[in-house]
């Protein structure tokens, strides 16, 4: 007898009886386990043969595969209970987490995710949902950093690219906040709040005298600023005339928003294009050498695409760097 009172030989007595199972029911060879059954009925004293050794020693009609099976199950349960109870706790985390966000608690809000994200590193929300806590805290090189693990965790979740986009407009890395948000974009096309802040980050880089990366052809770095103008290449990337130009209400209402964008006197400041102006207004025809300028015409079309977006005033992100 053992110090807790068992008996080890009801369960050497049922190795050996599976054992003895297996080799009736052609799972083993008795080739394979007689030395090990030989070994386990002396080391135990007990005899297989003996009728009322078998009657007071085997768990029969169980099996040993039928106890495993119910222990295996029982862990199973306990584990799944256990899941659930973590997946509870985190929830709850979360929810605590973004009660604090509302009210302006950051670095409360920020230790709640903290705690979620040790229970479930698994999860990409309480990645994003910390990088939100910490670019309304004005830690937004933190918050790049976390929608990165949020990425990493699920690159599908649209929102860590938004993040993300936020996290880069505020450090004032323009391109990389385009980047982002039109990645973002790309997950999730219908999303208003990525245009609006998409549109904002590619008019600071117009402002900045700089080419948005990526741009379309209908206005983007490299396009016809023209194009979709009906008469004036669109359609066919012809050259267009003075006089459709003129009479064109799309180019003139175009040319109007240039005119008043700050980046058109950063442009002009181009001896290049001063000197192309200049030449037009001598030779009107000198336009068609001028759209031959693929660094002019990008340069255009970026000022177009910028021209009319909604940053500084009317955009989430225009705001924000505003108050900056």
């Known amino acids: 007898m053992t110090a807790k009172g068992k008996d080890p030989k009801k369960l050497a007595f049922a190795i050996y009886e599976y054992f003895s199972d297996s080799i009736a029911d052609g799972t083993i ?5 007689e030395m090990s059954m030989q070994c386990i009925s002396e080391a135990f004293g007990f005899d297989f043969s003996d009728e009322t050794q078998k009657k007071a020693l085997s768990i029969k009609p169980t099996s040993l595969v039928t106890i495993f099976d119910v222990f295996a199950n029982t862990q199973k349960r306990v584990a799944d209970n256990k899941l659930d109870e973590i997946k509870a706790k985190v929830e709850a985390l979360k929810n605590q987490g973004n009660k604090l966000v509302a009210e302006k608690k950051y670095q409360q809000a920020i230790a709640k995710y903290t705690q979620a994200i040790e229970l479930a590193p698994d999860n990409a929300v309480y990645y994003a949902n910390r990088a939100a806590a910490y670019s309304q805290d004005d830690d937004h090189a933190n918050a790049v950093e976390d929608s990165k693990r949020a990425i990493e965790v699920d690159p599908s979740y649209s929102k860590a690219y938004s993040r993300m986009g936020h996290a880069h407009f505020c450090l004032g890395n323009y ?3 385009v980047e982002a948000y039109e990645t973002g974009l790309k997950l999730d096309p219908s999303n208003a709040a990525m245009k609006q802040n998409l549109a904002a980050a590619q008019q600071k880089i ?6 948005v990366p990526g741009a379309s052809s209908g206005g983007g770095a490299g396009g016809n600023p023209f194009a979709g103008m009906p008469g004036l290449g669109g359609a066919g990337g012809g050259m267009p005339d003075i006089a459709s130009m003129l009479g064109n209400p799309d ?9 008043n964008n700050p980046a058109i006197s950063q442009m002009m400041k181009n001896p290049a294009v001063a000197e192309m102006a200049q030449k037009m207004m001598q030779d009107p025809s000198a336009l068609s050498g001028m759209m031959q300028d693929p660094n002019l015409m990008s340069q255009l079309g970026a000022l177009n695409g910028g021209a009319g977006a909604p940053g500084g005033s009317g955009s989430s992100e225009g705001k924000k760097k505003k108050k900056k």
């Open 29 to 33: 060879k008795p080739d394979d386990v």
């Open 206 to 211: 117009t402002e900045n005298g700089g080419v």
């Open 175 to 177: 391109e990389e906040s």
């Open 251 to 259: 180019f003139m209402n175009m040319a109007s928003k240039m005119m």
